[in-house]
């Protein structure tokens, strides 16, 4: 984490002078891609192959989502409890992306290996580090929101949210992946 110096804190408490704190968490919910219900006879043998995952998922963009916003998507096939516990950060994985210095379409290909990975592997539970965007050229996060984006067009997820502050706050997020077996 980099120091902030004098100024900038000076700055910043000028800039947010006679704001109030909002009492409630501001959460900006994705929208499911519309999908055919699947099939429960016949199980999937093998995840998409890399460069295949995202392909013909070009839907809209949803709105863009700034660096502090926190995001989540929870399918419907996930159960609350599944999701609190996932909302707490409450597992252990070996599987992290950082996308931190990627472009947007370096990170694309990274992400879409990463899943392909880590279906695999069958790991359930991943982080992905996004970041939030303060060296972008961007007004909006890049990373983020492609990570915003893309993750539930993923026929394997079962949700996704912005992680506790110990693993990366707004800037990444917890995955849950349906069980591969």
């Given at each position: ?15 947010v ?5 909002l ?31 995202f ?14 916003e ?38 694309e ?71 591969q077996?």
């Open positions: 984490m980099s120091h902030i110096s004098d100024e900038d804190k000076s700055l910043f408490a000028e800039a002078q006679g704001t109030q704190k009492n409630s968490r501001k959460t900006v919910a994705t929208v499911a891609p519309k999908s055919q219900p699947p099939l429960r006879h016949k199980r999937r043998s093998t995840s998409p192959e890399p460069g295949q995952l392909q013909g998922n070009d839907q809209a963009w949803p709105s863009r989502v700034s660096a502090f926190y995001i989540e998507y929870q399918h419907p096939n996930c159960s609350a409890q599944d999701f609190k516990r996932l909302r707490k950060g409450d597992f252990k994985t070996r599987f992290c992306l950082d996308l931190h210095g990627h472009t947007e379409l370096e990170a290909k990274a992400l879409e290996h990463f899943i392909h990975e880590a279906l695999q592997s069958q790991a359930r539970y991943l982080i992905i580090v996004h970041g939030k965007g303060y060296h972008s050229e961007s007004d909006y996060p890049v990373l983020k929101n492609l990570v915003n984006y893309r993750l539930p067009q993923i026929p394997d997820l079962l949700g996704f949210c912005s992680a506790q502050p110990k693993d990366g706050g707004t800037g990444a997020v917890y995955v849950f992946l349906k069980n077996r």
